[in-house]
T-cell receptor, first 114, second 113 residues
């Protein structure tokens, strides 16, 4: 059963805590992405990774960190430096080989700061 | 000016009518265009991609691309209440970060029975 999984589905964070959101894909996709979506708004890019052990900042990287140690996994850490982290977080992946440019999304993690 | 712009709506159409969703973009060299559907509380799912000028049809959906005028649209024929969702337009745009997929804010569609 191929796809992109994200966990947890819901996450609650206390002020000052770091939390890590999981994203795993078994599609053999090369590139992976993290987006943030606020109510009634479009998607904003946080970080992306085209290959293992390499990643780049997106438009709103401040207060977030990522790693890409395996092709299948691209976890996102929301640090205490992110002042307004309550949002819907979406992971996406894309097959780069052959010029493919369609991104597919995981089910998302809804993060709430208490 | 936003790189990808959509009317936020809501766009309300009666069941059975044609829903027309529009999107304009700023980058003249963009080559890839996508429409995603997002139900409330869910993640976006791809409906259609389009790369060439003209129309592309898939069932009740038709994507239309006009690169000279920098707009892409999505028509939904025989609209159903189950089509009620937010539709996101996405365009590959070349900026400082490279060739990145940029999303519009989405248009909320309401199909009334």
């Amino acid at each position: 059963d191929g796809g992109i999984t994200q966990s947890p589905k819901y996450l609650f964070r206390k002020e000052g805590q770091n939390v890590t959101l999981s994203c795993e894909q078994n599609l053999n996709h090369d590139a992976m992405y993290w987006y943030r979506q606020d109510p009634g708004q479009g998607l904003r890019l946080i970080y992306y990774s085209q290959i293992v052990n390499d990643f780049q900042k997106g438009d709103i990287a401040e207060g977030y960190s990522v790693s890409r140690e395996k092709k299948e996994s691209f976890p996102l850490t929301v640090t205490s430096a992110q002042k307004n982290p309550t949002a819907f977080y979406l992971c996406a992946s894309k097959l780069v080989a052959g010029g493919a440019d369609t991104q597919y999304f995981g089910p998302g993690t809804r993060l709430t700061v208490l | 000016q936003k790189e990808v712009e959509q009317n936020s709506g809501p766009l309300s159409v009666p069941e059975g009518a044609i829903a027309s969703l529009n999107c304009t973009y700023s980058d003249r060299v963009s080559q890839s265009f996508f429409w995603y559907r997002q139900y409330s509380g869910k993640s976006p799912e791809l409906i259609m991609s389009i790369y060439s000028n003209g129309d592309k049809e898939d069932g009740r959906f038709t994507a239309q691309l006009n690169k000279a005028s920098q707009y892409v649209s999505l028509l939904i024929r025989d609209s159903q209440p189950s089509d009620s969702a937010t539709y996101l337009c996405a365009v590959n745009i070349v900026n400082n970060a490279g060739n990145m997929l940029t999303f519009g804010g989405g248009t909320r569609l309401m199909v009334k029975p």
